[in-house]
């Protein structure tokens, strides 16, 4: 089965559109990147790292230090589909950080977007 387009793109290309999305609504790059942090393990400064190597999607999440727990808690819909459902799961991995930032996009607090 050919591997879906999106898994081959670096994370550095989308990581802006999250910052993007969450400043058009007054949230902070800082936060989206404690957003990315709590979901995947990664210290700042290896997120950093991974940023300027231009890691594909794919070996982001497989390189990533410490999948959280805690985002199995992570329910509702993403782009039509509901992200507890896909069965796919490097692109649940992808919709539950989607999910996440549309979160806090809509001006949910910190704490409860890392399901605290």
Known sequence: MPKHKIYTMSFSSVYPHYIKKAERKGRTKTE???II???TG??????????EKQTDIET???EAPQLNPSRAMIKGVICGVRVEEIEEPLMQEIRYL?????ELAKGKAMEKILRK
């Not at 990664?42 to 940023?51: N, V």
Request: aromatic content about 16%; cysteine-free; overall charge negative.
């Open 60 to 62: 982001f999440f497989e």
């Open 32 to 34: 989206v990147d404690e």
């Open 98 to 102: 989607d999910k996440l930032i549309d």
């Open 37 to 39: 942090r709590w979901l």
């Open 42 to 51: 990664y210290a700042q400064e290896d997120l950093e790292a991974q940023l």
